[in-house]
């Protein structure tokens, strides 16, 4: 039997993160969420000293949210790790695409441009195709198959309910911040039951920017919680002097205009230049 199928039945991977011991409360970051017009909770793991600083502990450990498309990392571990994908390139969809559409602009893009869409790298990394191409790409793994890993892998709640073609957008599945943290970073050390070549293809994933000081890589992800209010993830990692700091935003707003990606982006960027990051001396 494979190492990482005997993995899979035998080893239940817990992504939870911190502990009592080893984190730093900072309410003082309440004022970058003021400052967005925002609530939620922050939290940035230095991996070399093994210690957490949090804003709003009990969101970041005792609340769960809905996934939304930062499930399309686990997604994308399985499917490449099963066949179904074999590299960034690959198509999402299975057969020929067809069709065509408009785009914004009013310019009509024709078949090819579609499928390029459905890349994988493209829908990973919020391209128009997201939310469809992870939908297809489900049907592909299969229900029964994905449902193994998330078990097996105590992903979140577990919770398939409802359509299964949406469960990580309906607020069926959830995740906590500490649990998305920990995702992020035993995918970062190849720690996952997964191949470690199927590992390191989906942090190069990642959508990144930075200069000779400092890299930093992000996923980020917006959804509806059942109180109409909007929810969004930016997690990831910087990177400076080969140093790897993991961190997780989570933020909600009740007002529908606003940008959750750029604003949590924005918060990431305040507090980790408040942190004394991107200057090539952590």
């Known amino acids: 039997m494979p190492k990482s199928r005997l993995a899979l039945l035998l080893i239940p991977f817990l992504f939870a993160a911190c502990s009592q011991n080893n984190v730093t409360v900072?309410?003082?970051?309440?004022?970058?969420?003021?400052?967005?017009?925002?609530?939620?909770?922050?939290?940035?793991?230095?991996?070399?000293?093994?210690?957490?600083?949090?804003?709003?502990?009990?969101?970041?450990?005792?609340?769960?949210?809905?996934?939304?498309?930062t499930f399309d990392i686990l997604q994308t571990l399985i499917a490449i790790q099963i066949g179904v994908l074999q590299d960034d390139s690959s198509y999402l969809f299975d057969g020929p695409m067809g069709i065509k559409i408009d785009n914004d602009l009013g310019d009509s893009m024709k078949p090819g441009d579609v499928a390029n869409q459905f890349k994988l790298r493209a829908c990973f990394q919020g391209g128009i195709q997201d939310a469809a191409g992870f939908t297809m790409l489900l049907l592909r793994i299969g229900n029964d198959s994905l449902k193994k890993w998330i078990d097996s892998l105590h992903y979140g709640n577990r919770d398939m309910g409802g359509d299964p073609g949406l469960f990580w957008v309906n607020n069926h599945l959830k995740i906590s911040a500490d649990e998305q943290l920990g995702l992020i970073k035993k995918l970062y050390f190849n720690q996952l039951p997964f191949f470690q070549r199927t590992q390191k293809l989906v942090v190069s994933l990642f959508p990144s920017e930075g200069n000779s000081n400092y890299h930093l890589y992000y996923k980020t992800a917006?959804?509806?919680?059942?109180?109409?209010?909007?929810?969004?993830?930016?997690?990831?990692?910087?990177?400076?002097?080969?140093?790897?700091?993991?961190?997780?935003?989570?933020?909600?707003?009740?007002?529908?205009?606003?940008?959750?990606?750029?604003?949590?982006?924005?918060?990431?960027?305040?507090?980790?230049?408040?942190?004394?990051?991107?200057?090539?001396t952590k």
Do not use: C
């Open 26 to 69: 900072d309410d003082s970051l309440q004022k970058y969420f003021d400052s967005a017009g925002v609530k939620g909770t922050f939290a940035l793991f230095d991996n070399g000293q093994g210690h957490f600083t949090i804003y709003n502990l009990p969101r970041y450990r005792d609340s769960a949210y809905q996934p939304s498309s």
């Open 222 to 280: 917006t959804g509806k919680m059942e109180n109409g209010h909007t929810i969004a993830w930016v997690m990831g990692w910087v990177e400076e002097n080969k140093h790897p700091y993991f961190f997780v935003v989570n933020l909600e707003s009740a007002d529908p205009q606003k940008d959750l990606r750029q604003a949590g982006l924005q918060i990431v960027r305040s507090i980790l230049a408040k942190m004394g990051f991107f200057n090539g």
